[in-house]
């Protein structure tokens, strides 16, 4: 994740106290949240779906809101139930109602 922070400090005496370069913020799951492999999302204009696969292997295309992502991971805060499965490859060009197999690990 990356982004632009603006910090204002505020000096009345004109006094370097340090010179700033470079910040990195690192979002952690600070409480326990359901997350996916990034790989499952599909942008859908402004938002996200991932497609859910039911017992049937048939998979469900369902809409998701995302939180805190990190390096090859998303918090779903909503649209998904934990033990749910997803598509993680091949979710781009997969239709809704699509009978899906599980690559073999």
């Not at 000096?11 to 340090?18: A, E, K, P, Q, R």
């Not at 998701?64 to 979710?91: D, F, M």
């Amino acid at each position: 994740m990356s982004g632009r922070l603006n910090l204002k400090f505020f000096n009345d005496d004109d006094i370097v106290l340090f010179t700033l370069d470079r910040v990195f913020l690192v979002p952690l799951f600070a409480k326990k949240v359901i997350s996916i492999p990034a790989d499952a999302l599909v942008p859908e204009g402004d938002a996200f779906r991932v497609f859910v696969v039911d017992a049937k292997n048939v998979a469900h295309a369902r809409p998701v809101t995302i939180g805190v992502r990190e390096p090859g991971r998303v918090e779903i805060k909503s649209g998904l139930a934990a033990g749910e499965r997803v598509v993680t490859y091949g979710a781009y060009g997969l239709d809704d109602g699509s009978t899906v197999v599980m690559a073999r690990q």
